[in-house]
């Protein structure tokens, strides 16, 4: 567990020390809002073996920090903290995480889920699944790319 916004591990994650650390000795938190992503054991249509995430060490953590300084313009948010692992991974694994602390509800959800927007389309992050036809590289889906277009933020990542 780290203090630090960001972090990109191989290893797992556990929320509850997480939130702990990202509340503690902030008085005012009223709210927290988190979103763990897990593995799935299918997608469009296969069935998933496994998945291996990689990144480019220091381009990413740049590019999640900067993310969350666009938050904080955003919205009246406390604190941000993000987590994506990469390396091999299995279905039900947690895979990242996002929690936001505010003084009230509504600023931790719409923070949450622009983040987590965000994340989707403009991470630095390459998916390659296993499945029975073989492995194959994730691709980003037009509907990411409409999610990230309600906060003004174009993507085209979606072929």
């Not at 666009?70 to 990242?96: C, N, S, Y």
């Amino acid at each position: 567990m780290s203090t630090a916004r960001v972090s990109i591990q191989t290893e797992d994650f556990d929320l509850q020390q997480e939130v702990a650390a990202l509340r503690a000795g902030d008085a005012g938190v009223g709210a927290v809002c988190c979103f763990i992503g897990t593995v799935r054991d299918r997608n469009d249509g296969s069935a998933v073996a496994s998945m291996e995430l990689e990144h480019y060490p220091g381009m990413t953590e740049k590019a999640i920090e900067a993310m969350i300084d666009e938050a904080r313009k955003r919205f009246d948010i406390l604190g941000a903290r993000v987590i994506h692992r990469v390396g091999l991974l299995q279905p039900q694994d947690q895979i990242m995480m996002v929690a936001v602390t505010s003084a009230h509800r509504g600023q931790s959800f719409l923070a949450c889920e622009f983040l987590m927007d965000y994340l989707k389309t403009q991470a630095p992050f390459w998916k390659k699944e296993e499945t029975p036809e073989g492995a194959r590289w994730v691709d980003a889906r037009a509907t990411d790319d409409e999610a990230i277009a309600r906060w003004g933020i174009a993507s085209g990542n979606a072929a």
